[in-house]
């Protein structure tokens, strides 16, 4: 039978006008070094090197199928929860390892620890932002969400991301009455995250490209009611973020600074819109430099004792503590602004069964992609102004 369709296949060739066949052209539509192939051999490369026995698992999970959370949307009628649950999902929010959260007390008790990690314990716990709610299936589970469907008032009852990403929003702290920037806001889940407070006076959303911040106004509308989304409540501009100092000085309670980057999953499994294109190397080149003029523009934003939410979603030292450590020091010298970095290691105890953190982080936590818990990578540090 095999035979008879090959047969067949020719004898149609042969019926096609020679003037109307079109040979494949290998080059053209099959890349020699594809950029999923070159971000690898980059990532192999430099991982190894960082992450040393790390970089082999999340090597396997990064080259997997990834895991979603789905962040539910409080603005919407439908008891999406429980039918949730049902399915065997849980709230990895608010089902947290209780023994975790004393921070590390009950790990001193068992094994010595360092001055500098005695320091650590003494500091007061980790104040979380209020009422997000992120339910994830069970870990080594990697069953997919149903899509969301919308409820009566035509709002979809959840938001599906990468759960990791929620980590920075519930890190920011966000309170009653706070303005809150979110200076690199496309697609918008983080922004979604915020919102999901319902404890913002007023949010400014920002993103250098137009055709994103028109993507960001739909997801918007399609979870958020519209008294929500005027402009005495919302901001939504298209500013190159770097600038971001020259609009608005110390203004902002909270600064999410989620910066572009070489979004590592997607790097290797895309090659569409892919960061390691040959026709981008000059773009990815310039990634930390915008990185630190983004952070630093964040920075300026923020009111003195607010705070601010660094965060990407690679493993690269370069774009993660580097970028942070000379955002520190270029804040104080060019600026004259002090900062603090805020530990978050409560943050990681406190969600230690759903994610997989990368232990020794000498600034700033960082989620690193494990097969049984395939989320990531998310860096995050925070940081606070103290002038």
């Known amino acids: 039978s095999t035979r008879l369709l090959l047969r067949k296949i020719k004898d149609l060739r042969s019926l096609t006008p020679r003037r109307n066949r079109v040979k494949e052209k290998w080059a053209v539509s099959h890349p020699k070094h594809p950029p999923t192939r070159l971000a690898l051999q980059h990532f192999d490369a430099t991982y190894a090197v960082q992450l040393g026995q790390l970089w082999p698992s999340a090597r396997v999970a990064l080259l997997s199928e990834r895991k979603y959370g789905a962040l539910l949307n409080n603005f919407s009628n439908d008891d999406v929860l429980a039918e949730l649950q049902a399915n065997g999902c849980r709230d990895f929010i608010s089902n947290t390892d209780t023994e975790a959260q004393p921070c590390l007390e009950q790990e001193s008790i068992d094994h010595p620890v360092k001055k500098s990690d005695d320091d650590a314990q003494q500091l007061p716990p980790l104040q979380l932002s209020p009422n997000i709610k992120c339910v994830v299936f069970p870990r080594g589970d990697i069953t997919r969400f149903k899509p969301a469907r919308p409820d009566a008032y035509r709002l979809l009852g959840y938001y599906l991301l990468d759960a990791a990403s929620v980590l920075p929003c519930l890190a920011l702290d966000v309170q009653e009455g706070h303005s809150v920037l979110d200076l690199c806001a496309a697609p918008g889940g983080k922004t979604l995250a915020l919102l999901q407070t319902q404890a913002i006076r007023f949010l400014c959303v920002n993103d250098s490209s137009v055709s994103r911040t028109l993507r960001l106004r739909k997801v918007l509308q399609s979870y958020v009611p519209k008294p929500f989304l005027t402009d005495q409540n919302l901001r939504i501009t298209s500013f190159d973020g770097t600038k971001w100092g020259e609009i608005e000085r110390n203004?902002?309670?909270?600064?999410?600074?989620?910066?572009?980057?070489?979004?590592?999953?997607?790097?290797?499994?895309?090659?569409?819109?892919n960061i390691f294109s040959k026709n981008r190397t000059g773009e990815k080149r310039r990634l930390p430099q915008v990185q630190l003029e983004l952070l630093l523009a964040g920075i300026e934003a923020a009111c003195p004792g607010g705070e601010i939410m660094y965060s990407t979603c690679t493993l690269s030292h370069i774009q993660n503590q580097s970028v942070v450590e000379q955002a520190i020091h270029l804040a104080r010298e060019m600026h004259g602004i002090d900062l603090e970095v805020v530990d978050l290691k409560p943050l990681t105890h406190m969600f230690r069964e759903t994610f997989h953190f990368t232990p020794e982080l000498p600034l700033g936590e960082m989620v690193i992609p494990h097969l049984a818990a395939n989320f990531g990578p998310i860096y995050m540090c925070k940081l606070r102004r103290l002038t």
């Open 251 to 273: 203004t902002f309670d909270r600064v999410l600074v989620d910066v572009p980057c070489t979004t590592d999953r997607h790097s290797l499994m895309e090659d569409d819109n």
